[in-house]
């Protein structure tokens, strides 16, 4: 009975986890298929050649960093302590999510500031996923002509990145319900993309504000501790590592 009880829980745990990993790889996938598609458009230049096989190549290695991540759930992995850049995070991220943005018709805005110091410390890949599965829930949310909106600045210590589409919204209901396993009003959702993204930022000490209006849009506001900030544990890291 006890042994039986274990086994149907693994059981569980290890579909959880294919759900999982089958729609964190799917993103990347897309992408990449979206940018070779690109590339068999005809007169095509050699800038533009170069930089869809960059961000194709880019996105297969973020895939394979997200089956090794999952894989290596089970053990408590050291973490990756790293200067993040958010200006040329948020150029990254833009370019991925106009893949989604080209199949149905909106556009991207991205407004940053960029003579202001914007460095955050984490794991840069974690960072990028919980980003995309944000922005690209954002996209999905369009309807034909909508628009997105990425913008970051420092505010009192504190790097603030907004993420802003002009989607269909949500109720404060639905607000609440974000982030929590399996909740998707999409066809073919999983329900997981926010689940990843939130556990990811809570766990770079970031906060989440969301705001939103059903027909209106919504409002990811996300923010995170300045490098400076976490500099100390930098250091204890880089202290860790001499030993
Ligand atoms: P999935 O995208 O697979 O449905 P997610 O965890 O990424 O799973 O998102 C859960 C749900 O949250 C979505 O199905 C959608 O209803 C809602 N949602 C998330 N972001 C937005 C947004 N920007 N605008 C409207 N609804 C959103
Ligand atoms: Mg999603």
């Known amino acids: 009975m006890q042994e039986?009880?274990?086994?149907?829980?693994?059981?569980?745990?290890?579909?959880?986890?294919?759900?999982?990993?089958?729609?964190?790889?799917?993103?990347?996938?897309?992408?990449?298929?979206?940018?070779?598609q690109l590339l068999g458009a005809e007169?095509?230049?050699?800038?533009?050649?170069?930089?869809?096989?960059?961000?194709?190549?880019?996105?297969?290695?973020?895939?394979?960093?997200?089956?090794?991540?999952?894989?290596?759930?089970?053990?408590?992995?050291p973490?990756?302590?790293?200067?993040?850049?958010?200006?040329?995070?948020?150029?990254?991220?833009?370019?991925?999510?106009?893949?989604?943005?080209?199949?149905?018709?909106?556009?991207?805005?991205?407004?940053?500031?960029?003579?202001?110091?914007?460095?955050?410390?984490?794991?840069?890949?974690?960072?990028?996923?919980?980003?995309?599965?944000?922005?690209?829930?954002?996209?999905?949310?369009?309807?034909?002509g909508g628009s997105l909106t990425i913008s970051a600045k420092k505010r009192e210590g504190m790097v603030v990145i907004e993420i802003r589409d002009t989607g269909v919204g949500m109720t404060e209901e639905q607000i609440q319900r974000l982030g929590t396993p399996y909740y998707s009003t999409k066809e073919k959702g999983t329900g997981l993309g926010t689940m990843v993204s939130f556990t990811i930022i809570k766990k770079m000490n970031g906060t989440i504000t969301i705001k939103s209006k059903p027909g209106k849009g919504t409002l990811f506001c996300i923010q995170f501790p300045h490098a400076y900030a976490a500099v100390g544990s930098m250091e204890e890291v880089a202290a860790g590592k001499e030993q």
């Open 4 to 36: 039986e009880m274990v086994r149907s829980e693994k059981a569980k745990i290890v579909s959880e986890m294919a759900a999982a990993v089958a729609h964190e790889i799917r993103n990347p996938l897309t992408t990449v298929r979206g940018f070779i």
């Open 43 to 77: 007169g095509i230049s050699a800038e533009k050649r170069g930089f869809y096989q960059k961000i194709s190549l880019e996105e297969l290695d973020r895939a394979q960093m997200i089956i090794t991540d999952y894989l290596s759930l089970a053990k408590p992995d």
């Open 79 to 144: 973490e990756i302590v790293e200067f993040i850049q958010i200006q040329d995070e948020i150029r990254y991220l833009s370019n991925v999510l106009l893949t989604y943005a080209n199949y149905n018709n909106s556009q991207i805005e991205t407004n940053i500031a960029l003579d202001e110091d914007m460095q955050i410390v984490g794991d840069r890949h974690k960072f990028r996923q919980a980003l995309i599965n944000i922005g690209k829930n954002a996209i999905e949310a369009l309807q034909d």
